[in-house]
T-cell receptor, first 117, second 114 residues
Framework: GAVVSQHPSWVICKSGTSVKIECRSLDFQATTMFWYRQFPKQSLMLMATSNEGSKATYEQGVEKDKFLINHASLTLSTLTVTSAHPEDSSFYIC?????????????FGAGSRLTVL | AQSVTQLDSHVSVSEGTPVLLRCNYSSSYSPSLFWYVQHPNKGLQLLLKYTSAATLVKGINGFEAEFKKSETSFHLTKPSAHMSDAAEYFCVVIFSGGYQKVTFGTGTKLQVIP
């Protein structure tokens, strides 16, 4: 079946630094990927829709200069948290629509836990 | 407005007893409905999906859900809970229409008591 891989799964960084999280579709091409943020004991919040070859579409309230999304190829989207601060600590998850499903089935990555010191 | 409601934030059952996790939606359009499970510090795994075919949908690990249009519900059930079922469960709806926005329920944490 379709597999989405996220890397790194855990990352700790100092305040003020930038962190890049990768989301790869391993055995299919994904023209659209989605980035979510999950706060402890809460549901997933859609941050942005990543479109291959074009600018990402950000949800209301998400700072596009803070959370840079690049979808450079049909199998890779990256989320860069710039000038990270402790309040950016969270669980970030990506997903992609599985091909041929005809039902908009989303395949999720395993998530990346970011801790900003 | 389109929305998804998971009525219970926490559900606790004894091992071997039935599980019922409730999900209701509101939409002017025909939705695609999904249940996903998330174990601690893990990503989401698809349990089952409804896409306008059979209203009773069977998924993995013995879970099933029934789409009831008249009640706008898509409740998740399992006849007998296992300890390994303890996790967070999300009802997810994709509303058909121009944008096909994905909407997550707030999640239900299932606790299984030995």
């Amino acid at each position: 079946g379709a597999v989405v891989s996220q890397h790194p799964s855990w990352v700790i960084c100092k305040s003020g630094t930038s962190v890049k999280i990768e989301c790869r579709s391993l055995d299919f091409q994904a023209t659209t990927m989605f980035w979510y943020r999950q706060f402890p004991k809460q549901s997933l919040m859609l941050m942005a829709t990543s479109n291959e070859g074009s600018k990402a579409t950000y949800e209301q309230g998400v700072e596009k200069d803070k959370f840079l999304i690049n979808h450079a190829s049909l199998t890779l989207s990256t989320l860069t948290v710039t000038s990270a601060h402790p309040e950016d600590s969270s669980f970030y998850i990506c997903s992609a629509r599985s091909p041929g499903s005809g039902a908009n089935v989303l395949t999720f990555g395993a998530g990346s836990r970011l801790t900003v010191l | 407005a389109q929305s998804v409601t998971q009525l219970d934030s926490h559900v606790s059952v004894s091992e071997g007893t039935p599980v019922l996790l409730r999900c209701n939606y509101s939409s002017s359009y025909s939705p695609s409905l999904f249940w996903y499970v998330q174990h601690p510090n893990k990503g989401l795994q698809l349990l089952l999906k409804y896409t306008s075919a059979a209203t009773l949908v069977k998924g993995i690990n013995g879970f099933e859900a029934e789409f009831k249009k008249s009640e706008t519900s898509f409740h998740l059930t399992k006849p007998s809970a296992h300890m390994s079922d303890a996790a967070e469960y999300f009802c997810v709806v994709i509303f058909s229409g121009g944008y096909q926005k994905v909407t997550f329920g707030t999640g239900t944490k299932l606790q299984v008591i030995p």
